[in-house]
């Protein structure tokens, strides 16, 4: 069966599953099994195994090195997504390949909870280049994060209140290693000099982090992979690295890097030296099992190889 007909027959399924439930509580018993659980990226998953524990079971779509912005549904992906109890995403355009599909289930009554909906706009940023969208990458700006997971937490409780006080004291955690290492982030930041916080990369992905921590970000893509960087973009960054001084770039797990090269050797036809800094986490995390494959090591993987990079230390 494609995956089209098996999103017409989940179609069918969940308009009869409304009817029946209005959207109640999942019914089961808590000692029984644990809250059947999707989420689209890893960010986003490593969330909810923190605040669910035991009470989830959880699977990310996109695993590390794939690319969210153009991840397209497969067939086992509609498979898994029927037999959720909940499905979280990340919204703002983020899982654009994705997006129809994630949007028909929420409007059909399937449960669903783009995390990011509990966001003050006000707080997101808007850059005039991505069409009118907001920026997806809130994960970078860790006092925005704290909101997801406390969105997270509200939308857990609700489904499952046997658990709400587990779920609750999970989350209260989660968040004070958060805001932990925030400052670790702030103080690592504030050992560059304000002349050297530049952070160039293959995308447009760190503006949240720029904003919090103040350094000024360049990508050679923009907000989306989906756009195409051209000749043109490459010669101007390349320009803004040699102006600047620059010593370092940086490379993404998730996004291919023969951009980030043609801009190192760009900067070489100007007489400017700059390196590969190291490779940093945007839209995936790393491998299961290691430090980079959950958010806090990721986020510290960042700053450290950035904060390394460009002092050259």
């Not at 209005?22 to 195994?49: F, K």
């Not at 669903?112 to 808007?126: M, N």
């Amino acid at each position: 069966m494609t995956a089209r007909a098996r999103l017409a027959g989940l179609t069918a399924a969940v308009l009869l599953l409304a009817a029946c439930n209005g959207g109640a509580a999942v019914s089961h018993d808590a000692e029984e099994r644990p809250l059947h659980i999707v989420a689209t990226i890893g960010q986003i998953a490593d969330a909810v195994r923190r605040v669910g524990g035991d009470g989830v079971q959880v699977h990310a779509l996109m695993g590390p090195g794939v690319d969210p912005h153009l991840y397209r549904a497969s067939e086992s992906d509609i498979t898994r997504l029927e037999s959720a109890d909940v499905v979280f995403w990340n919204g703002l355009h983020l899982e654009a390949g994705m997006t129809g599909v994630l949007e028909r289930m929420q409007d059909l009554g399937v449960r669903s909870l783009r995390v990011t909906d509990g966001i003050d706009r006000a707080q997101l940023l808007a850059p005039p280049e991505f069409e009118g969208a907001y920026d997806p990458h809130v994960w970078f700006d860790l006092d925005l994060w704290t909101v997801v997971v406390a969105s997270i937490r509200d939308a857990l409780v609700e489904m499952d209140p046997d658990r709400a006080a587990t779920y609750r004291a999970n989350a209260e955690a989660y968040i004070a290693e958060i805001e932990a290492l925030d400052v670790y982030v702030k103080t690592q930041a504030d050992t560059l000099d304000a002349g050297i916080r530049a952070l160039v990369t293959a995308h447009d992905a760190f503006n949240y982090f720029a904003q919090r921590y103040g350094f000024e970000v360049r990508g050679l893509q923009g907000i989306s992979t989906e756009s195409e960087a051209s000749t043109a973009d490459v010669q101007d960054l390349a320009r803004f690295i040699s102006d600047r001084g620059i010593r370092a770039v940086f490379i993404e797990s998730s996004v291919p890097d023969q951009g980030v090269q043609a801009v190192i050797e760009a900067a070489g036809a100007r007489g400017h030296t700059v390196v590969v800094g190291g490779e940093i986490y945007s839209d995936a995390m790393g491998a299961e099992g290691t430090p980079e494959g959950a958010y806090l090591g990721m986020i510290r993987h960042n700053i450290d190889t950035i904060v390394s990079g460009l002092t050259g230390e």
